[in-house]
Each structure stands twice: as structure tokens, then as C-alpha cells.
């Protein structure tokens, strides 16, 4: 069973920074594209930000680009997120997921979200 | 960026009922490259539909996707209970990837 978990989020002041995490399980981390997508509260959802099987081809949402790192380490089943120079609008709900296999940039796990909230 | 609108907003029904769901392009994606998703509140997403009409793992065949082009559309053929969501519709052809607002289905 294909299990995410995220973790990291906090309440952070404007300008400053945090490292989201996502640890998986159940299925060959290294096999898979991954994504962060976020949610405002109330609000539908964002992609993020998306890293291929070996970390070496990463995209971004231009509302984040310049500030946020998406970044994996395959030995440890593990993708980040580094968020850096934060804004009251990425307060949100954070999602990591998983790629599928006939669709790489479809969803096919989502992990239960780690809020960030930012604070002007 | 490819925008996405989804109509209606808000989709009032009853169980049994069939649910049509509209997704609309602001310019064509690439290889149908779209994708159904169907988020109950307090719950991450879940994949109903990629690929424009190829069911995800899992899911009932109540649950199909059609369309090309610029226009979609997620059927449900007779609501249960637990359909009773909000659902989005995403494109992955083009970066950015982007969604669309959602479709809140809820029992009339």
C-alpha cells in the first residue's frame, strides 16, 4: 500500500523558512515522479513543484520559483520541500504525491497534508 | 498556462441520480492529458479518472471520463452516498500543471 507522510509544517513569520518532508513507503520511491501541490484553506488545489525519478529535472509554479527547492534522497525514501523567503499567501495544507506509473504526472497517492501557516 | 473551468459550481442531486461534470480548456491539452479528482472534506485526493477517460485503480465503473481537445466531462452514473464530494479536474500536457476550481456535488 502506498503510504506518504509529511511532516515539517509549522507557523513561521513572513520571510522566513522551512523544510517540508515526505517520507514513503509501500512502493520503489526511486521508480517514481514526485510532486508537492498545496491547498489554501477552503481554497482548491495548487501544484507546486515536480522532481523526476533521480532529482536531476525539477519544475516549479512560477509563484514560488526562485524561493522554493524540490529535492528527494532515494536511499532514504524521502522527498523535500525548502521553502525559503515565505509569504502569508503560501499558507496552506501541502501535499505530497506520488506519480503514476502510466501517468507520471497524474496522482496516484497523496500523503494527508502538513500545514504551513504564515504569519505577516 | 492552460486555465481550467469546471461547471457547474455547485451540483445539487439525489442518490441514484447521474452526475455530469464539465471541464473546459483555455486551449487544447496535449495528448488528453487530463486527469479527475474527487476530494471529501478533511481527506487528501483521490484519483478517479487520468488520462481523459482510463479509470484509476480502484474505481467504480460508475465513475467515466470522456472528451478531447478543450472539453471534458466526469459522468457518474447513479450517485451513492459517498460520492457526495467535491471534485477537480487537473491538466498535465503543459507546464504549469494546473486545476480547475472544482465541482461541489451535494445532496439535493
Known amino acids: 500500500e502506498v503510504q506518504l507522510v509529511e511532516s515539517g509544517g509549522g507557523l513561521v513569520q513572513s520571510g522566513g523558512s522551512l523544510r517540508l518532508s515526505c517520507a514513503a513507503s509501500?512502493?520503489?520511491?526511486?521508480?517514481?515522479?514526485m510532486h508537492w501541490v498545496r491547498q489554501a484553506p477552503g481554497k482548491g488545489l495548487v501544484w507546486v513543484s515536480r522532481?523526476?525519478?533521480?532529482?536531476?529535472?525539477?519544475d516549479y509554479a512560477d509563484s514560488v520559483k526562485g524561493r522554493f527547492t524540490i529535492s528527494r534522497d532515494n536511499a532514504k525514501n524521502t522527498l523535500y520541500l525548502q521553502m525559503n523567503s515565505l509569504r502569508a499567501e503560501d499558507t496552506a495544507l501541502y501535499y505530497c504525491?506520488?506519480?503514476?506509473?502510466?501517468?507520471?504526472?497524474?496522482?496516484?497517492?497523496w500523503g494527508q497534508g502538513t500545514l504551513v501557516t504564515v504569519s505577516s | 498556462e492552460i486555465v481550467l473551468t469546471q461547471s457547474p459550481g455547485t451540483l445539487s442531486l439525489s442518490p441514484g441520480e447521474r452526475a455530469t461534470l464539465s471541464c473546459r480548456a483555455s486551449?487544447?491539452?496535449?495528448?488528453?492529458?487530463l486527469a479527475w479528482y474527487q476530494q471529501k472534506r478533511g481527506q487528501a485526493p483521490r484519483l478517479l479518472i487520468y488520462?481523459?477517460?482510463n479509470r484509476a485503480t480502484g474505481i467504480p465503473d460508475r465513475f467515466s471520463g470522456s472528451g478531447s481537445g478543450t472539453d471534458f466531462t466526469l459522468t457518474i452514473s447513479r450517485l451513492e452516498p459517498e460520492d457526495f464530494a467535491v471534485y477537480y479536474c487537473?491538466?498535465?500536457?503543459?507546464?504549469?500543471?494546473?486545476f480547475g476550481p472544482g465541482t461541489k456535488v451535494d445532496i439535493k
Open positions: 488520462g481523459a477517460s
Open positions: 487537473q491538466q498535465y500536457g503543459s507546464s504549469p500543471i494546473t
Open positions: 504525491a506520488r506519480g503514476g506509473s502510466d501517468a507520471p504526472m497524474a496522482y496516484t497517492g
Open positions: 522532481l523526476n525519478f533521480l532529482g536531476s529535472t525539477t
Open positions: 486551449q487544447s491539452i496535449i495528448s488528453n492529458y
Open positions: 509501500g512502493f520503489t520511491f526511486g521508480n517514481y515522479w
